[in-house]
């Protein structure tokens, strides 16, 4: 039989019947209870200097095993010391008081084999009841289970009353509950190693995290405070906790999250889980097993359409097949990636390059960190594809460059042609195609109006916007022109007797083309067929070479 002190007068009265209740409703009758004092320790805090006491009746079976008493000492000191390193925070008297029977029905929470409950009821001092008998009950996990409840009582003295109401404790999931718990859980690793059932923790967040948000979970958010007590230290937790929400609603902790942290360091917190990189509190890996999302593919141009709920870790694959591609995501913000063989976390790239063949495959982090879903759009454009283009692959190396078209041949062509009607002008703007020596190529952005002028008062405009990009080759004295993306559009207005008349033109795609070309060290022509009314034959000067 371990026999302490008697207890100190500056607590409770732990032999008063109505003390022992707020602890355990059932020792309001528990006259003559012979209670000892079991230890005791000093803590300083904003608070000042307080104390935590262990207390337990002088007669307990539990007592006698190996071991027990010790455990639950150890972890009050280990927490003790685990409170240095939080920075600011306060913790009022503690007092535990060791029940040698069983835990009320549905009372306290479940530590392996032990049970144990915090009580904040109004008073300077917070009441931590253990129950240390049931099936099978050893102290294996007492030191744990106590750093855990002593938390609680930082918790208590550090936040205000609203905020603690935000749970309607015992572990149940919702409202403030994922902080409460989770927080309590990262300090008893960094007060000592944590038991085994630390990996139910880490299991359970592994599978909830693809659908759950944070805020919805329980211990489970033990893996968040994992993170943050690691990526930004111990004494950023007690500040953390300090800026949650005063009330359970949803929308309410979301906020609060939210300004508790930027939104690049909630999708730190998602890059660093899917990456593996938290430890608990003692430094060691929380051995996460993040579940893999859905593989989102590209072989032609697609948008992939996806949501992002507040505060849930999404993880997908991108996979991007033999091209080049042109990626945008909208909105920017609250994701990010990096290539599936490694290498830092990063934006989606603009701009990805397998044209060379084999797929580039990402990893997609996404971490919303609002109170409101965001919808994603995911676009990539395929600007040339790995296909052959005319049949061919070949190339002519004196055209792989970047030109400026310098003689508008349609021009020439309708000055000539067009009798009833003069061309009065024309002016163009980024006419120039690039063709790469991979065998793809990209126009421009090309603006051209023109201005018509013909008999008996008729006027006349027009306007034509577009671009292209896809693949080149060059056989038989023939330049082709493959356009995997590309767009036109523009209008044509005519005014005749006063009334003008615009009718848009549709916006279509280029068509594929094989055009007669003739190619010299800085210039090259290109001929377009126009029916039985001859050709247009335009002039490129070379700007920059190409690659």
Excluded at 24 to 51: K, N
Excluded at 226 to 234: C, D, K, R, S, V
Excluded at 297 to 316: G, H, I, K
Aim: glycine share 12%; hydrophobic share 35%.
């Amino acid at each position: 039989m371990l026999v302490g002190n008697p207890a100190w007068a500056s607590f409770g009265d732990c032999n008063d019947p109505a003390y022992l209740a707020h602890f355990d409703p059932s020792l309001t009758s528990a006259h003559g209870f012979l209670c000892v004092e079991s230890g005791r320790l000093a803590v300083t805090s904003e608070a000042g200097t307080t104390h935590i006491r262990i207390i337990q009746h002088l007669v307990a079976d539990w007592a006698t095993r190996p071991g027990a008493l010790r455990a639950i000492k150890n972890g009050v000191a280990a927490s003790v010391r685990a409170m240095g390193t939080l920075g600011s925070f306060r913790i009022s008297d503690v007092t535990i008081l060791l029940i040698d029977g069983f835990a009320p029905g549905g009372g306290g929470e479940r530590f392996g084999d032990i049970a144990a409950g915090t009580n904040f009821s109004p008073g300077d001092e917070c009441h931590i009841a253990v129950w240390l008998l049931g099936p099978g009950a050893t102290a294996g996990y007492g030191a744990s289970m106590i750093a855990h409840e002593l938390f609680h009582c930082v918790q208590r003295s550090s936040l205000t009353d609203a905020q603690m109401r935000t749970t309607a404790g015992g572990g149940v999931a919702g409202g403030g509950t994922w902080w409460i718990e989770g927080s309590a859980d990262w300090f008893s690793t960094a007060a000592v190693p944590p038991p085994s059932y630390f990996q139910d923790r880490v299991r359970a967040f592994d599978s909830d995290s693809p659908t759950v948000a944070l805020n919805t979970m329980s211990y489970d958010a033990y893996v968040f405070f994992a993170w943050l007590g690691g990526a930004h230290g111990h004494a950023s937790v007690v500040p953390f906790l300090r800026a949650m929400a005063s009330s359970p609603e949803p929308g309410a902790q979301r906020r609060a999250m939210a300004s508790a942290l930027p939104a690049a360091e909630w999708l730190r917190f998602a890059e660093d889980y899917l990456d593996r990189r938290i430890h608990d509190g003692q430094g060691a890996s929380i051995n996460s097993t993040p579940v893999p999302g859905d593989q989102w593919e590209w072989r032609d141009s697609r948008t992939q359409n996806t949501r992002l709920e507040p505060f849930v870790l999404a993880r997908d694959r991108l996979s991007f097949h033999c091209g080049r591609w042109n990626v945008t995501p909208r909105p920017a913000t609250s994701h990010a990636a990096r290539t599936e063989s490694g290498g830092t976390w990063g934006e989606v790239p603009a701009n990805i390059d397998t044209i060379s063949g084999g797929n580039s495959d990402f990893r997609f982090a996404g971490m919303n960190a609002t109170a409101s879903e965001v919808s994603l759009q995911i676009d990539g454009r395929l600007a040339a594809s790995c296909a052959e283009c005319a049949g061919t692959r070949e190339i002519d190396r004196c055209l792989v460059a970047t030109w400026q078209m310098s003689v508008d041949g349609m021009e020439q062509w309708m000055r000539e042609h067009i009798h009833k009607a003069t061309v009065t002008g024309v002016s163009q703007v980024g006419n120039t195609l690039t063709l790469n020596s991979d065998g793809t190529f990209a126009t421009g952005a090309s603006r051209v109006n023109v201005q018509l002028q013909g008999s008996g008062g008729v006027s006349g405009q027009g306007a034509l916007n577009g671009n292209a990009s896809g693949r080149w080759s060059a056989a038989n004295g023939h330049l082709n022109l493959c356009p995997d993306e590309s767009a036109m559009s523009g209008t044509i207005s005519v005014t005749k007797g006063g009334h003008t008349t615009t009718i848009p033109h549709p916006a279509n795609e280029m068509p594929p083309s094989s055009r007669a070309y003739s190619c010299a060290s800085n210039s090259f022509t290109l001929t377009t067929p126009i029916g039985s009314m001859g050709s247009a034959v335009s002039t490129y000067t070379k700007t920059t070479p190409s690659h």
